[in-house]
DNA sequence: TAGACCCTGGACAACGTTGTCAGATCCAGG
DNA sequence: CCTGGATCTGACAACGTTGTCCAGGGTCTA
């Protein structure tokens, strides 16, 4: 009878997910556990034919090296985390694209994760991502404390700040020169002729739309326009509160002639709002937006290069890993104003 | 001399990158290596007081549990690769957040990839992806052949192909309805009253294009229009190239009126060459673009919903880890026509 | 007061890999 | 034939966690 006894053939006898390790390779090939090793890692020291068997059993088996032990054993798990704040935004698309790059050659994997601007979201990615062990972590913050992150940092976890500086730690940080740019931007309505410009940004806790707001408020003092309060419109992103903004600047006491969007989700509503006015509104932009330059007029923006913050970003977190950097510092990227016509409308009073 | 002896401080005597382990929790809280096993995982059995000393333990030295270790010891990882072609694409930014939305709510985390279009990079990805033991494998394959991913799926790793079909082997699989997409599309402008119709898209070795190509031809061939080759302009992507095509058949000796642009590259490129036209020549895109319907005329496209896609492929990634589904199956979402104008306008010979 | 039981806590092995080290094998030279 | 050295191979511990199992001590009941 003994076939009662026998349970099962051998591949249900392994656990449902279960795979062949190097201890079953080595089995198979008849030769010890540290040999399959060493082929695997094309490490020297082992005779071509000693090798063929090894290999042989690792087709047979399928087998396939599990990182996780490798890491435990190793220290570093080659690959870094990105949180940000919406992969399906289409600034970060081209930012996650290029850090992946950078990492991919160095040899690591990327995780990321969208925070959604949601603080406890964000520190629980990031949290995660090291518990994962990433060997570093590229942050669009969505928080202003990240002191969270304080033992990681104290453990080597390589970290850069992208987009906006970190809160209250001192860490590398990668950023566009928003200050700059927008107040470049503004200058560039005055230029033509325009003194009543409207602004429309973020919330002024964000970084990003603070900095916007300081360049657009230097530009008008440069030329010395006094700023109406009717003209600033702060905190305001959905694209039904961005239309009313817009609509109001526009029929005001003391109408706008040029609008500056303080980020391309505004840019493409007051697109929308200025398609249907009567009279041409000039506008420019902060952050570029697909097919700008195909609309009548064409949109004049403040480019970011997203792709050369990431890249940026990414190379600084492997110069920490190498031991290369070790003092955190804050770099500003250019923008570059892009004209195409809708910035050099003239004012239309 | 006591000073020669002393080697180092306490911090620097681990290795750089150290970090406490629960072994150093369990010493500084005065309790066995388990029990902070159990505060860490919230089992039950440990008392209120045992549990607070193990706590401020936990919080003194920064003590982050190794999820490494953890997963060695569980064997699942509770993590999913996406293998797509490039994030910076708009197409595949909402796809992968519709993923990482899915997989957030199951716990798990997103590691993604690009394969820049290239088979062999899609291979290393994907096997890179499986060495770390992801649970699951979503990927949007580039090359035709996947044979290599038997010994995995065998292994028990989820799998769901994603835009197009799995090559030599069974898997599950999510579709848009190229064939019917482009079918409509043709038909959309067949019924506005063309006749001379171009078709510009990717090398039919692609799925998706060829499903296109097929579309298109059944529309003709349903309308009893007999299809000139030089209306047909295929593997072409690259916007000089697409120019070109699309210039030579408006030009030819027997010129289109209208034209299906395979995809939302192609189609970009043939708004830019239609815009320096002077005659009106119809449009239809596969794939919808952004602010489409800015544009004079507004773009009619079959548009796919990327984050549809997404949702339903990492949906049926889960239920396979889960057990509810077994057999492999292809299922096709269907598309939508977005009439904006472009593809509405009459014929102009 | 003893016995049975429950509750808390800890010792130990195991997960699959790599680093260390020592043993085995082989060949050349004395 | 033996020795020395070089080359190849394998046993074993360790990485940090979790599952199993058992011990100790308290409580409740007979």
């Given at each position: 009878m003994p076939e009662t006894i026998r349970r099962s053939d051998r591949l249900s006898e392994n656990r449902y997910g279960n795979r062949p390790t190097m201890k079953d390779v080595a089995a198979r090939a008849g030769v010890g556990l540290k040999t399959v090793s060493r082929v695997v890692n094309g490490e020297p020291g082992v005779t071509p034919e000693t090798e063929r068997r090894v290999q042989?059993?690792?087709?047979?088996?399928?087998?396939?090296?599990?990182?996780?032990?490798?890491?435990?054993?190793?220290?570093?798990?080659?690959?870094?985390?990105?949180?940000?704040?919406?992969?399906?935004?289409?600034?970060?698309?081209?930012?996650?694209?290029?850090?992946?790059?950078?990492?991919?050659?160095?040899?690591?994997?990327?995780?990321?994760?969208?925070?959604?601007?949601?603080?406890?979201?964000?520190?629980?990615?990031?949290?995660?991502?090291?518990?994962?062990?990433?060997?570093?972590?590229?942050?669009?913050?969505?928080?202003?404390?990240?002191?969270?992150?304080?033992?990681?940092?104290?453990?080597?976890?390589?970290?850069?700040?992208?987009?906006?500086?970190?809160?209250?730690?001192?860490?590398?940080?990668?950023?566009?020169?928003n200050y700059g740019g927008a107040r470049d931007g503004v200058a560039h309505l005055i230029a033509h002729g325009h003194r009543r410009i409207g602004f429309i940004g973020d919330m002024p806790r964000i970084h990003t739309a603070a900095e916007r707001l300081r360049g657009y408020r230097a530009a008008m003092e440069d030329a010395g326009i006094p700023v109406e309060d009717s003209w600033m419109s702060l905190g305001v992103t959905d694209p039904e509160r961005v239309r009313r903004a817009a609509e109001e600047m526009l029929t005001g006491p003391s109408p706008v002639t040029a609008i500056f969007a303080g980020n391309n989700r505004v840019t493409v509503t007051v697109i929308r709002v200025l398609a249907e006015q009567t009279r041409h509104v000039a506008l420019v932009g902060f952050d570029d937006i697909e097919l700008a330059d195909l609309l009548q007029p064409g949109v004049t923006v403040v480019a970011q290069d997203a792709a050369a913050i990431g890249r940026t970003a990414a190379e600084r977190l492997f110069r920490q890993l190498d031991g290369t950097l070790v003092t955190p510092e804050r770099i500003e990227l250019p923008t570059r104003l892009i004209t195409r016509g809708s910035g050099e409308l003239p004012p239309a009073d």
């Open positions: 042989e059993a690792i087709d047979a088996l399928g087998f396939r090296r599990n990182d996780s032990a490798r890491v435990l054993r190793k220290g570093r798990t080659a690959s870094i985390g990105l949180v940000l704040e919406d992969l399906a935004d289409p600034f970060y698309g081209p930012l996650s694209r290029a850090v992946e790059e950078v990492a991919r050659a160095h040899g690591a994997l990327l995780i990321n994760g969208s925070s959604a601007e949601d603080p406890d979201r964000e520190q629980e990615l990031a949290l995660a991502l090291c518990a994962r062990r990433v060997d570093g972590l590229v942050i669009i913050p969505a928080g202003d404390d990240h002191r969270y992150l304080e033992p990681e940092l104290k453990a080597g976890v390589a970290t850069v700040f992208v987009d906006r500086p970190a809160g209250k730690i001192d860490a590398d940080c990668v950023l566009s020169d």
